[in-house]
């Protein structure tokens, strides 16, 4: 079974606008949680991770909410650009296993 | 610098044929992942290497074989390819958690 789970699976947004992605996980033992972003013929590239012992991390227009409660984390990005259309990931690591939500692909119209 | 490598990036097989897949990385990193890219389904780590001399099973393992004899270098071996087997494999390293990606390898078996 997947034990990351992503939504939605594709995502259209105006420029300008809000992305938000969301990730739930079922394993405790994960303690690191990236999300990586991929273009068409690319390998993923990490954009932002968190780690359980903080609520949130932000690195410019790219913000990570997390939930450790709730079992949830989700990624925010503001001032969405069309430079921002790519599939992204959401992950977890525990121990030397990482398991990846099954993708969004964000569309940003211009 | 070049990062993670791959070669080959593309190739066609025969049901039950072989082939390696190879993974080069000039960062010096101790971890090695094999991982499969399949449509709707994230990644999935298949093999994976914690340091020279050392392979251990992923989340799908079965039909694929590693090795890791030096540092910089982790294959991925398929024996008896199958059309299951379809997908594009991606090689990742890292120091601890932070995984670089290669460009990816797409495998076709007809």
């Known amino acids: 079974q997947q034990q990351v789970k992503q939504s939605p699976q594709s995502l259209i947004v105006q420029k300008g606008g809000i992305s938000i992605i969301n990730c739930a996980y079922e394993n405790t033992a994960f303690d690191y949680f990236p999300w990586y972003q991929q273009f068409p013929g690319k390998g993923p590239a990490l954009l932002i991770a968190i780690r359980p012992d903080v609520s949130e991390k932000k690195e410019g227009r790219f913000t990570i909410s997390f939930n450790k409660s709730a079992k949830q984390f989700s990624l925010h990005i503001m001032d969405s650009q069309p430079g921002d259309s790519a599939t992204y990931f959401c992950a977890a690591k525990g121990n030397n296993d990482m398991r990846f939500g099954a993708g969004t692909r964000l569309t940003v119209k211009p | 610098n070049a990062g993670v490598t791959q070669t080959p990036k593309f190739r066609v097989l025969k049901t039950g044929q072989s082939m390696t897949l190879l993974c080069a990385q000039d960062?010096?990193?101790?971890?090695m992942y094999w991982y499969r890219q399949d449509p709707g389904m994230g990644l999935r780590l298949i093999h994976y290497?914690?340091?020279?001399?050392?392979?251990a099973k992923g989340e799908v393992p079965d039909g694929y074989n590693v090795s890791r004899l030096k540092k910089q270098n982790f294959l991925l071996g398929l024996e008896s390819a199958a059309p299951s087997q379809t997908s594009v494999y991606f090689c990742?390293?890292?120091?601890?958690?932070?995984?670089?990606f290669g460009p990816g390898t797409r495998l076709t078996v007809t």
């Open positions: 990742a390293s890292s120091w601890l958690y932070e995984q670089y």
């Open positions: 290497s914690v340091g020279e001399g050392t392979t």
């Open positions: 960062m010096n990193h101790e971890y």
